[in-house]
C-alpha cells in the first residue's frame, strides 16, 4: 500500500492542475458577480446556516466586497504561485466562509470547490521538485471518482429511469439552439440514460490505458453538452480537469509554453513517508465513503424528505415546485397573522426552500424569534407545503397541526415531515420555478 500510494510521479500533473484550478475557481467567483449570486449574501434580511453553523454569517455589504475580492486575488495567487501559502489559506477559507454563509446557495460543485482548496492548501504544489509521491494526485482522483460514482448510484432510481426529472428541464429548454432535439419524444429517457452510463463508467475508462482517450472523448461531449443545455459556469471545465489528470503525469511538459515553468531537476528519490500518512487518508476516505450513504438511515424517499441528500452527489435528480404558506399565531391573544416570507426572503431564497423541510424550519425558527420579539408574547408558527416531485400532482408535506416554533432542527428524522405518496401519476409537466 506504501508503495503504491508513495511511488514518484512527474510532479509536472500537479503545477498543471494548480494553475488551471486556481483560474476556474477565480472564474466561479467572477461569474457569480456577473449574474447575481453575489446579492444573495447581501440583500436578504435572513440568511439559512446549517446545522451547527448558524454562527457563520456573511459581512457586511462592504466586507462581502472584499471577501469576494480577496478569494478571487487568492485563486490567481495560488494558479501564478504567488505567496502561494498565504494565497492558498485564503482561498480555501473564502470558498468555505461563502458555502456556509448561505445554504441556499449548496450545489454540489460548490462543495467540491471547498473539498479541493483544502487540498491545495494542504500540499506543497508550490514546491520546485521533479517528483511528487503518487498520493497527492490520488487524492484529487479520489474526489472525481466519488462525485461520478455515487451521481451514477443514485440515478438508479424509477424516477431516472423513466426519464424524469429530465423531462422537465428538457421541456423548459425547448427554445435553445438544440431545443429540436431537447423536444424529442425520446430526449428525455437518452439524455437519462447517457447520464446514468457516463456517471457510473467514466472512472473506469479512465483508469484503463487501453479505454483512456474513449474516455476522455466522451468527457468532452458530456460536458460540452452539459454547458450548452444547463450554462454550469466553471464546473464543466473543472470536470474536464480533473479528467485530464488520469493521462500520464508528465503530459503538461508537452504543452510548449507551459513546459517553461515546470521543474526540470530535482531528487530521484522521496523522502520516506510520515507512518500516519495512510491511516490519516484511509479516515478521510472512509468518512467521504460514508457521508453518502447516510441517507438510507432515514425514513422515506430522500428526494422527498431531503434527509441525507446534501454532500452526497445526488445531482439533477429531483425537481420541486408548489407553494408555501406560514402562519404565525399569537398565544396570548390567539390572533393569527398569514406571512408573506417574501418581506424577509429574496425570491431565489424562498423558491429554493419549497419542499425543503429543514429550511422551511429554520425559517420558522426565524419568524418565532422575530414576532415574538416584536409582539413580546410567545408565539405558534405553522407551515403548509404543498409539493409537486418530479411531476407528480401536488402533495402536502408538513403534517398539518404541527407547531415548527416548538420543533428542533437535529439530524434526527423529521417525524412532522408527511410521507410522499408513491402513486405514480403525474401532473402536467410544466417549466415553472423549481430545484434541480
Given at each position: 500500500m506504501i508503495k503504491l500510494f508513495y511511488h514518484p510521479i512527474d510532479s509536472a500533473i500537479l503545477i498543471y492542475f494548480r494553475f488551471m484550478a486556481g483560474i476556474l475557481m477565480s472564474q466561479e467567483l467572477i461569474n457569480a458577480l456577473f449574474i447575481g449570486k453575489f446579492n444573495e449574501y447581501t440583500t436578504p434580511k435572513f440568511h439559512f446556516s446549517y446545522l451547527f453553523f448558524d454562527w457563520i454569517k456573511p459581512w457586511p455589504y462592504e466586507g462581502m466586497i472584499l471577501h469576494y475580492g480577496l478569494t478571487i486575488l487568492a485563486g490567481l495567487g495560488v494558479a501564478f504561485n504567488f505567496h502561494y501559502r498565504i494565497s492558498s489559506v485564503i482561498l480555501f477559507l473564502g470558498y468555505t466562509l461563502l458555502f456556509l454563509m448561505e445554504q441556499t446557495e449548496y450545489i454540489n460543485h460548490a462543495y467540491l470547490y471547498c473539498l479541493i482548496s483544502f487540498w491545495i492548501m494542504i500540499l506543497p504544489l508550490n514546491k520546485n521538485k521533479k517528483l511528487m509521491p503518487a498520493w497527492m494526485l490520488y487524492i484529487f482522483l479520489f474526489h472525481m471518482g466519488l462525485a461520478y460514482f455515487f451521481g451514477g448510484i443514485a440515478k438508479l432510481n424509477p424516477d431516472w429511469l423513466s426519464g424524469s426529472p429530465m423531462n422537465i428541464f428538457l421541456e423548459a429548454r425547448r427554445n435553445y439552439p438544440l431545443g429540436f432535439i431537447y423536444s424529442a419524444d425520446w430526449a428525455p429517457k437518452a439524455f437519462a440514460y447517457g447520464g446514468l452510463f457516463f456517471d457510473l463508467f467514466i472512472v473506469p475508462l479512465m483508469i484503463f490505458r487501453m479505454t483512456r482517450y474513449l474516455g476522455l472523448l466522451l468527457s468532452i461531449l458530456f460536458h460540452l453538452s452539459n454547458v450548452m443545455m444547463f450554462g454550469l459556469a466553471t464546473f464543466p471545465w473543472f470536470s474536464l480537469l480533473l479528467t485530464t489528470m488520469f493521462l500520464n503525469p508528465s503530459w503538461p511538459r508537452r504543452v510548449p509554453y507551459f513546459s517553461r515553468f515546470l521543474p526540470k531537476n530535482g531528487p530521484e528519490l522521496l523522502p520516506s513517508p510520515h507512518p500516519v500518512l495512510?491511516?490519516?487518508?484511509?479516515?478521510?476516505?472512509?468518512?467521504?465513503?460514508?457521508?453518502?450513504?447516510?441517507?438510507?438511515?432515514?425514513?422515506?424517499?430522500?428526494?422527498?424528505?431531503?434527509?441525507?441528500?446534501?454532500?452526497?452527489?445526488?445531482?439533477?435528480?429531483?425537481?420541486?415546485?408548489?407553494?408555501?404558506?406560514?402562519?404565525?399565531?399569537?398565544?396570548?391573544?390567539?390572533?393569527?397573522?398569514?406571512?408573506?416570507?417574501?418581506?424577509?426572503?429574496?425570491?431565489?431564497?424562498?423558491?429554493?426552500?419549497?419542499?425543503?423541510?429543514?429550511?422551511?424550519?429554520?425559517?420558522?425558527?426565524?419568524?418565532?424569534?422575530?414576532?415574538?420579539?416584536?409582539?413580546?408574547?410567545?408565539?405558534?408558527?405553522?407551515?403548509?407545503?404543498?409539493?409537486?416531485?418530479?411531476?407528480?400532482?401536488?402533495?402536502?408535506?408538513?403534517r398539518p397541526g404541527t407547531d415548527l416554533a416548538q420543533e428542533s432542527r437535529s439530524l434526527m428524522p423529521y417525524a412532522w415531515i408527511l410521507p410522499m405518496n408513491e402513486d405514480k401519476k403525474k401532473a402536467r409537466i410544466s417549466a415553472g420555478p423549481g430545484h434541480p
Open positions: 495512510i491511516p490519516l487518508l484511509a479516515i478521510y476516505a472512509f468518512i467521504h465513503l460514508a457521508l453518502p450513504l447516510r441517507h438510507w438511515i432515514y425514513p422515506g424517499n430522500v428526494a422527498w424528505t431531503e434527509e441525507g441528500h446534501m454532500f452526497s452527489w445526488r445531482m439533477m435528480l429531483r425537481h420541486k415546485k408548489g407553494s408555501l404558506n406560514f402562519l404565525v399565531q399569537n398565544k396570548s391573544t390567539l390572533q393569527g397573522l398569514i406571512v408573506n416570507p417574501l418581506e424577509f426572503l429574496t425570491e431565489r431564497q424562498f423558491q429554493d426552500i419549497i419542499g425543503k423541510p429543514d429550511l422551511i424550519l429554520h425559517f420558522a425558527h426565524y419568524l418565532r424569534d422575530h414576532y415574538q420579539k416584536e409582539w413580546k408574547s410567545n408565539v405558534a408558527v405553522y407551515a403548509s407545503s404543498r409539493v409537486s416531485l418530479n411531476g407528480r400532482a401536488e402533495q402536502e408535506m408538513i
